[in-house]
């Protein structure tokens, strides 16, 4: 690797002692820079280093390096990002900030982007990369550029822009679980003002379990998956740039559905009834024969204006998708409480304008106005329980649909007292109404949990503020910030549930409102060889939308969703940088997490046994959370990489070794030890990558590797409900080959 591409590959923290004193006895003369890192996280173009808000990057290099192909896969290399996935459903938390459901009527508390398009549904937030440029995580509230949902952050994925020289590249990779892949991307100057970008890619990949039971499919948590986009970029005049950017993704198979039964044993209801479950992490017992079939259509209209006095763009976004999954709920051979089919459908439609200032000087601004619209639904999920003997009654939850509307106003000004200090204010309002209603299933032979029809509809309006003082001096800059972010308010799936204490449909949930008080630095040291990134972090969380499992006589369960909780958060992030040499260079980033929720009345699942001894399967209990740690907020988590490159001949060989590691933390809340298995104990990941580039810089051959160690005491998600604790393991050691080649 070539010193000019190690400009934004890695977030930092520190390795070992050790390593660290024999590299830099190594690198006593280096001379090596590293280079500016440029990012778009403030709506323009910038310098890393000169930005006041805690953020990542890592260009599209560095991503192949660390092996990171999809946005689950983020959380290795982002210190204080979990990412979990419950099938098809994301659970994105950043910093302890996260939501476990969003499904019709709810949103995600970190917000995803696609360039300037807003994902807004958790189904559709893990997907593959293709052609990006880079992927920022921006940490904490955004609520004045972003607004919405941005209560925790943002993962935003830039993709490539139309070159303009014909350029392209090709990828081909072959490995184990008879994985393979195709990936090319070629950039057209079509005339001398208008050129096309053209990407697609293909990934499939046998399941890393196979299904014992032959009801199901053969194998699960297998990859089946595609994606084309075409980008057009049209120099309309001096003023004027058009780029219009057409997606399509598709996706048809059972990744991250390998669900087995984790309980103590003899406790899952299921098993209890005869059903069997796998008994190791490449095995599963399932009826499962529905696999996730999701397509992705989107549209993307930029219209960019250069005046004398400033800048002006124009964002208008289209998105459809729809879903039909399936989830083995108990994670067992026996129908006990197995989701047959979740149909999902959205459709949203957003219109942004921009001006922003371009003539320097001591005032720095942005101005803007936004709409989103999203209509999202999801179809009559249908449930099946079995008795005693054997006999199955089918249920379902309705047919929900959710209709968002939401509109906002939002500025940023920066005034440059001297060269020294700064001072940026910024605020955003937002107004938001979502109307709701539950129609009757039109299957037949079903039984309702839920009464229908209902309509409910809420509005809510708040004032994001931002506060950022600056202080900038020879080797880098400080900066103290007051923020906050909102997330919208809501509705229950389904919104009719009845209140499990008055017995009448569950209120609309208020919105969340998070408050942050930040102190960071940014510094870059030894000549431009050491970037020492940091900051310290405050958060006042209230009316957390926190979801509980109610669970009946039946065994029926709700996923209740209520503002129940306050919280409080703090943290640190330490991010390094250091290039010894042209040859080498070293990173890794530590997040530190202290938090507690605050008069939280909560409820857990608990095993019958413990009460009921003999009894099989789970019940929810009252449970005092107050001063628990929030779930899914490790205490502490970090990363690390040493990359080094050898010569051979006219050749490079660059070598990339990396280690994530995660503490300990809960899925769920634990109220008797028998429950252990909602706690994730601490786990690392090892991975290497190993790649030969020719003298040209044509062509390129890697070999690589993730899980190295074969860890299998990690899982993608852990749920406990009525029949018991299910989860789905992480994946294994996985290898393979990559074939590159560039013109």
Not at 16 to 38: D, F, K, M, P, R
Not at 284 to 312: C, H, I, M, P, W
Not at 334 to 357: G, I, K, N
Not at 537 to 561: C, E, H, I, K, S
């Amino acid at each position: 690797m070539t010193v000019c591409h190690y400009n934004d590959k890695y977030p930092a923290f520190l390795t070992t002692a050790a390593s660290v004193i024999g590299l830099a006895l190594a690198a006593a003369n280096a001379q090596a820079q590293l280079e500016e890192v440029i990012v778009t996280a403030q709506k323009r173009a910038e310098s890393l280093q000169d930005i006041p808000v805690t953020l990542q990057a890592f260009s599209n290099e560095a991503l192949v390096d660390f092996g990171i192909t999809d946005t689950q896969a983020l959380q290795s290399i982002t210190p204080g990002l979990v990412v979990n996935n419950s099938g098809t459903s994301a659970q994105i938390y950043l910093r302890g900030v996260g939501t476990r459901f969003a499904f019709a009527g709810l949103d995600p508390s970190v917000a995803t982007y696609v360039d300037d398009r807003y994902i807004g549904r958790a189904q559709a937030s893990i997907f593959d990369f293709a052609d990006v440029e880079r992927i920022e995580v921006l940490k904490g509230p955004q609520g004045t550029l972003y607004g919405r949902n941005a209560t925790g952050g943002a993962i935003r994925v830039v993709t490539m822009d139309v070159d303009d020289e014909l350029t392209g590249k090709v990828t081909a990779t072959a490995g184990n679980y008879d994985h393979w892949g195709f990936s090319g991307t070629v950039s057209v100057p079509l005339t001398d003002d208008l050129g096309v970008r053209l990407s697609g890619l293909v990934k499939q990949r046998d399941g890393y379990a196979d299904n014992l039971d032959p009801r199901g499919v053969a194998e699960l948590d297998d990859q089946d998956y595609q994606s084309y986009k075409a980008k057009f970029r049209w120099d309309m005049s001096d003023t004027w740039t058009g780029r219009l950017s057409l997606e399509y993704s598709n996706r048809n198979d059972l990744e991250g559905s390998d669900q087995v039964d984790i309980s103590p044993p003899g406790l899952n209801r299921a098993v209890a009834n005869g059903g069997l479950s796998g008994n190791d992490v490449d095995e599963v017992y399932t009826a499962t024969n529905q696999k996730a079939d999701s397509e992705d259509y989107a549209a993307t209209l930029r219209l960019d204006g250069v005046f004398d006095a400033f800048d002006f763009a124009s964002i208008t976004t289209y998105w459809d998708f729809d879903l039909v999954a399936s989830v083995d709920a108990d994670g067992t051979s026996r129908r006990d409480s197995d989701a047959y089919r979740v149909p999902q459908a959205a459709e949203s439609f957003s219109q942004e304008l921009q001006w922003l200032s371009n003539t320097g000087g001591d005032w720095n601004w942005i101005v803007g106005l936004y709409y989103f619209r999203e209509n999202n639904r999801l179809f009559e999920l249908e449930v099946g329980l079995q008795d005693l003997l054997g006999t199955e009654t089918i249920f379902t939850q309705g047919n929900q649909s959710s209709l968002t509307t939401a509109y906002a106003g939002f500025g940023q000004l920066t005034y440059d007292f001297n060269e020294a200090w700064s001072l940026t204010l910024g605020g955003r309002y937002s107004s938001e109404e979502k109307e709701v209603a539950v129609k009757a299933p039109s299957s037949t032979g079903v039984v309702s949990l839920v009464p229908y029809p209902f309509d409910d509809e809420a509005d809510w309006n708040e004032f994001t503020p931002k506060l950022t003082l600056e202080y900038n001096f020879d080797v880098g800059m400080a900066y103290l910030s007051y923020a906050r972010g909102f997330k919208s308010g809501g509705f229950n799936y389904p919104a009719s549930t009845p209140n499990p204490l008055t017995g009448e449909a569950q209120a609309a949930l208020d919105p969340e409102i998070l408050d942050m008080i930040e102190l960071g630095w940014k510094t870059e040291l030894l000549d431009q060889r050491l970037r020492f990134n940091g900051a310290l972090f405050y958060y006042d969380y209230q009316d957390l939308q926190v979801t509980r499992g109610v669970a009946d006589d039946n065994g029926a369960v709700f996923n209740v969703t209520e503002n129940a909780a306050n919280a409080e958060v703090m943290g640190l992030d330490l991010d390094i940088t250091w290039l010894p040499t042209d040859r080498l260079i070293l990173t890794a980033g530590l997040n530190l997490l202290d938090s507690e929720y605050q008069d939280f009345a909560a409820s857990a699942n608990i095993f019958n046994n413990v009460v009921t001894p003999g009894r099989p399967g789970m019940t929810t209990v009252a449970f005092d959370a107050d001063g628990e740690s929030l779930l899914r907020a490790p205490d502490w988590s970090a990363f690390a990489s040493v990359s080094y490159e050898f010569s051979a001949g006219d050749a490079r060989i660059p070598v990339v070794l990396t280690y994530a590691y995660k503490d300990d933390y809960n899925y769920d809340f634990v109220a008797h030890p028998s429950s252990n298995a909602l706690i994730q104990e601490g786990y690392g990941l090892l991975s290497a990558r190993a790649t030969y580039v020719s003298p040209s810089e044509t062509w390129q051959v890697a070999v690589w590797g993730k899980n190295l160690t074969d860890e299998d005491e990690y899982f993608e998600d852990v749920v406990g409900n009525a029949a018991g604790i299910r989860g789905s393991h992480g994946a294994p050691l996985t290898y393979g080959v990559d074939v590159m080649y560039n013109f």
